[in-house]
């Protein structure tokens, strides 16, 4: 079946302005998680999401990040007034939660660019 | 709090030798996973192999397998047989319990020798 989908695959903005990330996770996979990958910092959590739980954000690095999940499968993780520092390949995963099948399953990535 | 720790940055090999990477964590859980994950330049994170820490016996997979010493905190892989299409970066990975977030090491640069 299809994999976990990201779009766009590449962003360009200014410095300021606000974007929006979007993750498509595996049918039928009922948790989703953000992580982000940067030089400096590697590969970061950023956000959870487990069915209709509250989302663990304890990985988000200031409030201007936030993230939903929409009928529990799209989800769109949204930096607001962007920062040269906030530039980055954003990650998306989803897995199984039940049936033994716990495998994060990753999407391509979206790589920001903050200019 | 969780570690993952991958002291080295690069690594070389040649084509058809067997190269080993590195990767020792840190944790107070005795329930717990560790993987490995390779990203070629695509930037799509694949999976190579994981192992239960409640399991003793090494897990493999084809030319991939590991040397897990839980007292040590240790969870090397190897790649056998080192083919071109290996070249990658490769991340440690540990996750507390069956479903939670990924803590991730730095990661290494594998590079294959024609």
């Known amino acids: 079946g299809a994999g976990v989908s990201q779009s766009p695959s590449n962003k360009v903005t200014e410095k300021g302005k606000d974007v929006e990330l979007r993750c498509d996770p595996i049918?039928?996979?009922?948790?989703l998680y953000w992580y982000r990958q940067s030089l400096g910092q590697g590969l970061e959590f950023l956000i959870y999401?487990?069915?209709?739980?509250?989302?663990?954000k304890s990985g988000l690095p200031s409030d201007r990040f936030s993230a939903e999940r929409t009928g529990g499968s799209v989800s769109t993780l949204t930096i607001q007034r962007t920062q040269q520092e906030d530039s980055a390949v954003y990650l998306c995963a989803s897995s199984q939660v039940m049936g033994g099948e716990y495998e994060q399953y990753f999407g391509p990535g979206t790589r920001l660019t903050v200019t | 709090a969780q570690t993952v720790t991958q002291s080295q940055p690069e690594m070389s090999v040649q084509e058809a030798e067997t190269v080993t990477l590195s990767c020792t964590y840190d944790?107070?859980?005795?329930?717990?996973?560790l993987f490995w994950y390779k990203q070629p330049p695509s930037r799509q994170m694949i999976l190579v192999i994981r192992q239960e820490a409640y399991k003793q016996q090494n897990a493999t997979e084809n030319r991939f397998s590991v040397n897990f010493q839980k007292a040590a905190k240790s969870f090397s892989l190897k790649i056998s047989d080192s083919q071109l299409g290996d070249a990658a970066m490769y991340f440690c990975a540990y996750r507390a319990g069956a479903n939670s977030k990924l803590t991730f090491g730095k990661g290494i640069t594998l590079s294959v020798r024609p």
């Open positions: 944790t107070s859980e005795s329930d717990y996973y």
């Open positions: 999401f487990q069915g209709n739980s509250a989302p663990d």
């Open positions: 049918s039928g996979h009922t948790a």
